[in-house]
């Protein structure tokens, strides 16, 4: 559910200045009024987090010459808060930058907070640090939850109040949070998404939120709500006397949506929050996709009822480095890097025939603005680069963590060890001889989410959550095993947003339990930041093992640095980084993303590209990566574990 906080406009003026700014909800006429004017916006969602930098501006041009005068953005409180009071606006992360972009190209702007976004973003956007207290209720009036939540809301909205509307800004709503699936005065802040989804219903909680934004952007802040159309979510979202949005689909039926809406809202505007003109993609299944043609038909019956409209998204973007999250739905349910969306604009930000049809469906409704749409940005074709085995993951554990391993006698979780993304090893040592094979096992639900399997350095398997849990294993006493320990996203969605990683019970050799682990936090990300392993000493490693590994490669580029999309030809499962930059995970067996995007801001000119891939289960035995111009994301094979010679 959705919550969105309107802000009161003060009317009176004195008669030198000029009438005061306002965004009024009007229940005579059900419509919105801006500076007394009838209005409804025509919207469009864009995450910054999910478009760096350098392309804020090329986006959000084509979103304004698409036609539309408003954007819906979302506020990672994950993004911006690495650790408890350590907080980070620099550079991507700069939202007061991207604010400032919008208003500098007149669009208006619906700011959704949170503290909870869903946005299939880790963790719905809550920061994993929450769950170092592992029995917090988290979206709930836990007074742990909620001391985060204050602390958080007092550092960011005071840099969101002098950029609202009546305050000269170009904000007209705050919203924090998002789903899935007479006048009074006000301009607009959500303060929770799709409460009603979740299962805590915690009314005092909504109070609390209420409470705090209206501490913090002004005394007359009143909130909406964003609920799906099922009548139990909109009442399990919404409190007495604030305004009720919904959102759907274009399967949808128009009419009988915006009935729900009335069902309880009967006066008012009709609101779509989110008008979902696609759909997010997960790993092992096929591509989503959304005909132009239905979804300009919906646009067009719903902006004839006079309705205001949000299209969810207009720009998907990327979820780089460790950003995608996950739903569960009977299984965990890992969102692919690609955040693609089917949307109008293309993960590369190119016009699309969607966006097209969307124009045109707009053009009957308001003027278009003058001049023609900004074209593709280019792309370019790099070619095969050839990569080398570096070192095994094992072999660098050094490097990786140095500040040494913990001891348990039983397995840690992330959370219990303070490790956010990425990568846990845990190492422990058979306690007998095991000469016939025996049974290595983890308890259900305890891989969280991938664990790659080596017994004296030997990949030997690997174990997944709602998957594979047992592998069969010969060893003698004393020899070292290791499982490496993948968080692939937290949950973001639903009531399982308490998604805690690693191994979450203890493994067991033929039912006798293991103990007496080494647990190796590891931080690659900071180590390759730091110029590893390209400024370090070639390693000597076998190239023929499979398993966890390090791979290394440089290219240049011809005098330009042009988007383009890396493809790993016979390649497993990993992470690539380019010039230090994340840019997230590749898993082309298990699919439908077969390439990553690599926008041509993290590029070189003049200067040799670092390449490093971390390969997880086996690369090819010749390791070379294809630089395309395009992207391939709409095949899914059936996926392999690569066998230990």
């Known amino acids: 559910m959705a919550l969105i906080l309107l802000l009161a406009v003060g009317l009176l003026h004195t008669q030198a200045s000029p009438p005061a700014r306002s965004f009024q909800l009007d229940y005579e006429e059900d419509c919105f009024r801006k500076d007394g004017a009838p209005f409804r916006y025509i919207s469009g969602s864009i995450h910054y987090a999910r478009v ?22 979302y ?50 956007g809550l920061p994993a640090w929450l769950l170092w207290k592992p029995d917090i209720v ?3 009036s836990d007074p742990a939850y909620l001391a985060a939540v204050d602390s958080w809301l007092h550092v960011l909205l005071p840099k969101v109040k002098p950029r609202l509307y009546q305050n000269g800004g170009n904000i007209i709503s705050v919203q924090p949070c998002r789903m899935h699936a007479g006048c009074r005065p006000l301009p607009c802040s959500q303060v929770e998404n799709e409460y009603g989804s979740y299962y805590a219903c915690d009314y005092e909680y909504l109070r609390h939120l209420l409470g705090s934004f209206r501490a913090l952007l002004g005394s007359d802040v009143l909130l909406f709500t964003t609920d799906s159309t099922r009548v139990e979510e909109l009442r399990c979202g ?3 006397g604030l305004y009720a949005t919904i959102d759907f689909g274009p399967d949808s039926n128009v009419t009988e949506a915006f009935g729900a809406q009335r069902q309880v809202e009967p006066k008012g505007p009709l609101v779509n929050s989110e008008y979902y003109t696609g759909w997010l993609d997960y790993w092992g299944e096929a591509h989503a996709s959304t005909s132009s043609a239905q979804v300009a038909r919906g646009l067009e019956d719903m902006l004839q009822l006079g309705a205001s409209v949000n299209m969810y998204m207009f720009h998907g973007g990327t979820n780089f480095a460790y950003w995608s999250g996950a739903d569960f739905k009977d299984q965990y349910k890992p969102v692919t890097t690609s955040y693609d969306y089917d949307a109008p604009l293309s993960e590369a930000g190119d016009p699309t025939e969607k966006l097209f049809a ?42 990786l963590c140095p500040s040494g391993p913990i001891q348990s006698q039983f397995p840690l979780t992330f959370e219990a060890i303070k490790q956010t993304h990425g990568f846990v090893v845990y190492r422990t040592q058979l306690p007998w001889d095991v000469p016939d094979l025996a049974t290595l096992g983890a308890p259900p639900h305890s891989i969280c989410d991938r664990g790659y399997v080596m017994l004296q350095k030997e990949y030997r398997g690997t174990l997944e959550r709602d998957g594979q849990t047992t592998l069969p ?14 968080n ?30 080494l647990i190796y936090p590891l931080a690659i990300d900071s180590a390759i930041q730091q110029g590893w392993p390209h400024t370090a000493l070639p390693k000597s490693s076998s190239s023929g093992k499979s398993g966890p590994a390090f791979y290394t490669g440089t290219f240049e580029t011809p005098g330009i640095a042009w988007d383009t999309f890396v493809k790993f030809p016979g390649w497993s499962k990993g992470q690539l980084w380019i010039n230090g930059f994340n840019l997230g995970r590749y898993w082309p067996c298990r699919g439908p993303q077969q390439t990553l995007f690599v926008p041509g801001s993290v590029l070189h000119v003049g200067r040799p590209n670092n390449i490093t891939v971390l390969e997880l289960e086996g690369a090819p035995p010749v390791p070379l990566l294809l630089f395309l111009d395009q992207p391939l994301f709409n095949k899914t094979l059936s996926c392999s574990t690569v066998a230990a010679e």
């Open 238 to 240: 919404t409190l007495q």
């Open 75 to 124: 506020v990672p409180w994950n993004y911006h808060e690495p650790l408890p009071g350590v907080y980070d606006f620099a550079g991507d992360r700069d939202v007061e930058a991207f604010l400032d972009l919008t208003a500098e190209l007149g669009l208006l702007v619906i700011l959704r907070p949170g503290p909870y976004i869903c946005a299939e973003w880790e963790m719905g």
């Open 488 to 517: 692939m996203g937290r949950i973001s969605f639903g009531a399982n947003v308490s998604d805690f990683k690693g191994l979450l019970g203890n493994l067991s050799l033929d039912s006798s339990p293991l103990s007496n682990w």
């Open 138 to 140: 988290l979206r709930s």
């Open 358 to 399: 969307i124009r045109t469906v707009i053009s009957k409704f308001q003027p278009l603005p003058v001049g023609p749409m900004p074209p593709a940005t280019p792309k370019y074709t790099y070619g095969w680069v050839a990569l080398q085995k570096y070192a095994d993951l094992l072999d660098v554990l050094d490097v």
């Open 473 to 486: 294993v010969t060893g003698r006493a004393g020899d070292t095993l290791d499982v490496l320990l993948e």
């Open 52 to 73: 760096p930098r350098p392309a804020w501006r090329d986006r959000l041009l084509k979103m304004y010459m698409s036609g539309l005068n408003a954007v819906q953005v």
